[in-house]
């Protein structure tokens, strides 16, 4: 193959009352690529994603990932087999330590569910993998501290880190900068940038500076369709793409 592609969507489209929030969207996401997917507001990204996802089921189209027909398989499936939106299965519970968040995380993907009157020595076989995954996340060092305690930021590298300890393949991203402070944002780009050196990653993300350092591909969305797609550069010198953002509002 000239590309190895791990996700394919066929004329995926979402029609609610008569109104198309996507509309015969065909994405091919290459594996281990970091792939945006920007728009306007309003410009059907996070409804792209549901539909990806499974979590709301299209009206039309097909969703191939792995060379498999997904499009009608139930979302907990879907994250089982290596795709994942990482609010999906990611759990920051604040009263728990950041070291339990992780290995909670992976009990569950080991084949135990979130069960917390489980005995603690369950819980300590994963404490070696658990803090593995802490210090690629650069959060070994508040392995002890209270979920609640951590900034915004680490929430957002805690949600992450359980988020790989269910090792999936691909992982889905919905606006990862949304809410961080500027002293957030390079670190959080960094970590990601770790993240896709295995794996592949699909992001919504409105920060254009972000999707120009991380990103190999972009899909530019406009009224739930493909507006264009191509690299950076591409993206950033087309006229279309340019009077979509100033005419829809939506910040670069």
């Known amino acids: 193959m000239a590309e190895d592609v791990i996700l394919r969507t066929e004329g995926l489209s979402k029609q609610f009352m008569g109104f198309y929030a996507v509309r015969d969207v065909s994405l091919s996401i290459r594996r281990h690529s970091i792939h945006a997917l920007i728009g306007p507001n309003g410009a059907g990204k996070t409804t792209c994603f549901n539909l990806l996802t499974v979590s709301t089921p299209s009206t039309a189209g097909r969703i191939h990932y792995n060379g498999r027909d997904i499009t009608r398989r139930d979302p907990a499936s879907v994250a089982a087999s290596g795709m994942v939106r990482s609010f999906q299965i990611s759990a920051v519970f604040g009263q728990m330590t950041v070291l339990d968040n992780v290995r909670v995380a992976l009990q569950r993907r080991a084949g135990g569910s979130f069960a917390f009157w489980r005995s603690v020595r369950t819980l300590d076989r994963h404490t070696p993998r658990a803090r593995e995954l802490l210090a690629a996340v ?96 591409e993206i950033s010198s087309n006229a279309r793409v340019r009077e979509a953002y100033v005419g829809g509002g939506a910040h670069a």
Not at 168 to 187: K, N, Q, R, T, V
Not at 210 to 225: F, H, K, M, N, Y
Request: aromatic share 4%; proline share 3%.
């Open 138 to 233: 650069n959060l070994d060092r508040y392995a002890n501290e209270l979920a609640a305690n951590l900034s915004y930021g680490r929430k957002r590298a805690l949600e992450l880190a359980t988020t790989l300890a269910l090792d999936p393949e691909m992982i889905l991203l919905d606006e990862p900068m949304a809410g961080l402070g500027h002293e957030d944002i390079g670190p959080i780009t960094r970590l990601i940038a770790r993240v896709a050196q295995q794996r592949t990653v699909l992001m919504v993300e409105h920060n254009m500076k972000v999707v120009a350092e991380l990103c190999d591909r972009i899909t530019v969305l406009q009224s739930g369709e493909i507006l264009a797609e191509g690299n950076y550069d």
